[in-house]
């Protein structure tokens, strides 16, 4: 097995926004442990992790270990299926461009689900999701990017036209997603009801733990990748057999 872990960093932010036309969701459970508050909501099936101040990202693409033995081995509190992969889960390689800290790994795709990048700058603390067709690579040492998609959400607005476009947006799958306050707070989503995402947005503009600043959503993948590990809430692990090439997680 060869693989890459890395370490990124996220900072907080207190600006506050909120709409006054949506019926706000609280969650119908929610458990804390240390600095990390897991929250879950019953219809649909979500759960939303709030990353702490730093976070992990394993590409092993000939990966022969279940994600419960990468989260114990590596000693992560959470870990959740990353970004698109091509082949099989022993076998595999990244779908679209990735970059870890200045090493291009694979190449920029043209894709219709594919929509972005995740560009994570560890100096400045910050996490963007850049329009894949504009996106112009780089070299930058303090990078990690890596293609996913489709946008779902962007500055509190639901992207309905990447949706439709996309490979599965408007079909009914379990999903996994990222999200950001502000382009610094960060989260884990997971879904594990079968939604589409035009229907699934909406219920994340609703969910109170996202009520205030900037929200933007990223589709990470769905369907059988989706997998979800927290060391300290057993209750919402999902999938954690399961042998995936691409995982994202913290400490």
Not at 6 to 24: D, M
Not at 133 to 153: D, Y
């Amino acid at each position: 097995m060869t693989g890459v872990v890395l370490t990124l960093a996220f900072a907080f932010s207190t600006a506050q926004t909120q709409s006054p036309t949506r019926v706000v969701l609280s969650p119908d459970s929610s458990v804390r442990s240390s600095d990390v508050m897991v929250s879950m909501w019953k219809h649909p099936h979500v759960t939303v992790v709030e990353v702490p101040d730093t976070f992990v990202f394993c590409y092993l693409p000939r990966n022969e270990v279940t994600l419960d033995s990468i989260a114990r081995r590596e000693k992560l509190r959470c870990v959740i299926n990353g970004s698109f992969f091509e082949g099989a889960r022993g076998n595999a390689s990244h779908a679209g461009w990735l970059s870890l800290y200045g090493l291009k790994i694979t190449p920029m795709m043209d894709d219709r689900q594919l929509t972005h990048v995740v560009r994570n700058n560890g100096t400045q603390r910050t996490i963007e999701f850049l329009p894949a067709r504009s996106f112009a690579t780089s070299t930058n040492p303090r990078l990690v990017e890596f293609q996913t998609g489709p946008l779902v959400i962007e500055n509190g607005r639901v992207r309905e036209d990447l949706i439709r476009s996309s490979i599965n947006g408007s079909s009914r799958h379990t999903r996994s997603l990222l999200a950001t306050l502000d382009h610094r707070r960060c989260f884990f989503i997971t879904v594990t009801d079968r939604v589409t995402l035009t229907d699934l947005a909406d219920t994340l503009l609703r969910l109170s733990i996202f009520q205030r600043g900037r929200l933007d959503v990223v589709d990470l993948d769905g369907g059988s990748s989706v997998a979800l590990f927290v060391r300290d809430v057993p209750g919402v692990n999902f999938n954690t057999n399961d042998r995936l090439p691409i995982l994202i997680g913290f400490h």
